[in-house]
């Protein structure tokens, strides 16, 4: 199996568990490695065949726009499923850091794998 990732693609959405998170919009950071077979794609050298990653970072912010989580966990659950669906991917691996909700951190989050890599 191949990777097709997608390297720190900043998001905006609403993302918090305090009342004051839940009035703004916060920055998360994505990054993504998605199983998928490049090599059709690169036989032929026939875009139709390849994973668009543009198309999937255009439908990850369309999903953070929308979003409106209190947990990180949550967020990375439901997009990874979107994901999963909307694509056939057979696996994915999918990590979000949340910038600045720990001051002493650069970042914090939450990284999972879902669906089964060969």
């Not at 543009?54 to 929308?66: D, G, H, L, N, T």
């Not at 989580?69 to 967020?75: C, G, M, S």
């Not at 979107?82 to 056939?88: P, S």
Request: one cysteine or more; aromatic letters at 8%; a negative charge.
């Amino acid at each position: 199996m191949d990777i097709v990732f997608i390297e720190s693609l900043e998001v905006e959405t609403v993302i918090g568990v305090y009342d004051w998170e839940r009035t703004i919009h916060q920055c998360l950071i994505i990054d993504l490695h998605m199983g998928w077979d490049n090599q059709p794609a690169a036989l032929g050298d026939d875009i139709t065949l390849a994973l668009d990653y543009a198309a999937v970072s255009a439908r990850i912010q369309s999903f953070a726009q929308q979003a409106s989580y209190q947990l990180v966990e949550t967020f990375a659950e439901d997009l990874s499923k979107a994901l999963l669906t909307e694509y056939k991917l057979p696996w994915l691996r999918l990590k979000i850091t949340k910038k600045g909700a720990v001051k002493e951190a650069s970042g914090v989050g939450v990284e999972i794998e879902r669906g089964c890599r060969q």
